[in-house]
């Protein structure tokens, strides 16, 4: 059995996380960029995570959106899977006229509004119609552990292994192919 069933967006412990969630004030990357039926953001966007979030912002910037891509880093620092992108994402953001505010935390949600705290301790309180959550992925393997044990030999690739570039998961599996 080859398992390649991907990864989905992380949402990390946040007060009102949730609710905000319900209420549609926050998203992942996942739903704003789905091939079907993705959800749209309100006019302000708050992007939380430049490493994955970054070509959103910028995507975002360019379709009229007001954007503030905002990280808790001390730096920018695109996601493992971005590679050799970097720089090209680096001049796309300076192009567009979005800025990386760094050492930004999300500390709670509530009533249309996110509260962040900074590296020094001060919080700030920002008025949103979406924020997008672009904090890491985890491996979608459940099919993994349920087959354990059931006497198959079960292969796992790609993000279903761990979140990396695509360019990986094309290597598992041509790998893979040659030893079967």
Not at 59 to 85: C, F, M, Q, T
Not at 101 to 124: I, K, N, P, S
Request: hydrophobic letters at 45%; a neutral charge.
């Amino acid at each position: 059995v080859v398992i390649a069933t991907g990864a989905e967006a992380v949402l990390p412990p946040v007060d009102g996380l949730e609710e905000a969630r319900a209420s549609g004030l926050v998203l992942t990357i996942d739903e704003v960029m789905a091939r079907e039926a993705p959800r749209a953001p309100g006019r302000r966007v708050i992007v939380w995570g430049a490493g994955e979030g970054a070509e959103l912002a910028v995507e975002l910037k360019r379709a009229g959106h007001e954007v503030r891509l905002l990280d808790a880093n001390p730096a920018y620092r695109p996601a493992n899977y971005i590679g050799s992108r970097g720089m090209a994402i680096t001049g796309l953001l300076a192009l567009a006229g979005v800025v990386v505010e760094t050492g930004l935390t999300l500390a709670g949600v509530e009533g249309g509004r996110a509260r962040f705290t900074r590296a020094d301790g001060a919080e700030e309180t920002i008025a949103a119609d979406t924020i997008v959550v672009c904090q890491g992925r985890r491996p979608l393997n459940a099919l993994v552990k349920a087959l354990a044990g059931k006497g198959l030999v079960v292969h796992t690739l790609g993000d279903a292994r761990t979140p990396r570039s695509y360019a990986n998961a094309i290597h598992e599996a041509a790998y893979l192919a040659r030893q079967i």
